[in-house]
């Protein structure tokens, strides 16, 4: 098993633009979230969900879009990239809730 | 709103020594807490999870403790060795939302605490 991976690794924006971070994971598993993680402040929900086609909002949420079609694939969006999104963005997942999680490797956010 | 404060932001000790750490909370009562490892530059790595019904849990050299009355959980690592230096992170699940009735495996982490074992 690949586990949890995650693309990019490494990616700079400019103010403005708009991409997607992808996160699919291949141990068939129901519960997948995204976080975000600042220096100083520990890791943050952003969005989660408990299954294809449910979707909920963590901590902070705003400014990014998630979706979830498929098992496997869990996909974030920025709409409008903004300096304050520089961040290292993880991935996770896990069989159900309050169990342990399994993270990808990470992508790290610059917005210029 | 919830608050997870984990003791100090680095604890460097001799290797052989048992290293603990901290994870206090405050505003809620968890149904479960965990201890993860972060190596620098990579994801988070679960090592224990402990329910609000048991006191302690145990793995290899690892015990991890909780004290739903203190609202305190203890990470201990007996028998330190260089490469257990690494960042360990306290997480907890989330207060349950009103209009969802279960916290759906939503977590909490502290800022972690950076362990550093010297020979």
């Known amino acids: 098993n690949a586990g949890v991976t995650q693309t990019p690794k490494f990616q700079v924006l400019k103010t403005g633009q708009s991409m997607t971070l992808q996160c699919a994971q291949d141990m068939n598993h129901e519960y997948m979230s995204w976080y975000r993680q600042d220096p100083g402040m520990g890791l943050r929900l952003i969005h989660y969900?408990?299954?294809?086609?449910?979707?909920d909002q963590g901590e902070v949420p705003n400014g990014y879009n998630v979706s979830r079609s498929t098992t496997e694939d869990f996909p974030l969006r920025l709409l409008s990239a903004a300096p304050s999104q520089t961040s290292v963005y993880f991935c996770?997942?896990?069989?159900?809730?309050?169990?342990?999680?399994?993270f990808g490797p990470g992508t790290r956010l610059t917005v210029t | 709103s919830q608050k997870i404060e984990q003791n100090s932001e680095a604890l460097n000790i001799q290797e052989g020594k048992t290293a603990t750490l901290t994870c206090n909370y405050t505003?809620?009562?968890?149904?479960?807490l965990q201890w993860y490892r972060q190596d620098p530059g990579r994801g988070p790595v679960f090592l224990l999870l402990i329910r609000e019904n048991e006191k302690e849990k145990r793995k290899e050299r690892l015990k991890v403790t909780f004290d739903t009355t203190l609202k305190q959980s203890l990470f201990h690592i007996t028998a330190s060795q260089p490469a257990d230096s690494a960042t360990y992170l306290c997480a907890l699940d989330m207060p349950p939302r009103a209009d969802r009735g279960s916290t759906l495996g939503r977590l909490y982490f502290g800022r972690g605490t950076q362990l550093t074992v010297w020979p």
């Open positions: 969900s408990v299954g294809a086609g449910i979707t």
């Open positions: 505003n809620y009562s968890p149904a479960y």
């Open positions: 996770a997942s896990s069989y159900q809730g309050g169990i342990e999680q399994y």
